[in-house]
């Protein structure tokens, strides 16, 4: 069958990236069943691209995005600006993907400043982006992304099919970026 072959290559490939010492590496079996392959894949940490604030707006304005904040700045440190230092590569990409795709006028109104809620898909390590609401946008959004329910706090929750999640918030797009939407 052709399974083994592959499920060899795997187990090698797996191996290689624990880094475990040569004589472990040796005592370990040639071939391993699929679900120790999948968890030594699973181990491996996905690295991301952090960009600085004016390459992000060089990419923003590349596409027609615009920005907006209500202190009318950009310091990182201050929750009335809008920053996008340190934002992710994909994410900036993903903001493209969805005015080009969609061909709405986007302005952002939130990105890596302080003062948005924490955790590891957040504002401020660069995975999110606000945005603010447009007749156009909010139809692509609702209906070209499946509804997948509504979050602890009442924000209905939509999802594109490259897995990026929409959330509409009371006044803006609340938009959580796992990867670039198909750049």
Request: glycine share 12%.
């Amino acid at each position: 069958m052709r399974i083994r072959p592959l499920l060899a290559a795997l187990a090698l490939a797996g191996a290689a990236l624990t880094a475990a010492p040569a004589t472990a590496a040796a005592a370990q079996p040639q071939v391993q069943d699929q679900t120790q392959v999948q968890a030594q894949a699973s181990d491996v940490s996905v690295l991301v691209t952090k960009i600085s604030h004016s390459t992000a707006t060089s990419m923003f304005r590349e596409v027609g995005i615009t920005w907006s904040s209500s202190g009318g700045c950009s310091d990182r440190n201050n929750p009335t600006c809008t920053s996008f230092e340190q934002l992710n590569l994909a994410t900036a990409q993903g903001a493209q993907t969805l005015r080009r795709a969609s061909g709405c006028a986007l302005n952002i109104t939130g990105g890596t400043e302080t003062g948005h809620a924490g955790g590891t898909y957040s504002h401020w390590n660069g995975y999110k982006l606000d945005y603010g609401l447009n007749t156009c946008v909010n139809g692509y959004i609702t209906n070209n992304f499946a509804f997948i329910g509504y979050r602890s706090d009442g924000a209905a929750q939509y999802q594109s099919g490259s897995g990026n999640i929409y959330a509409r918030e009371g006044n803006h797009w609340d938009v959580t970026y796992y990867n670039c939407g198909g750049c």
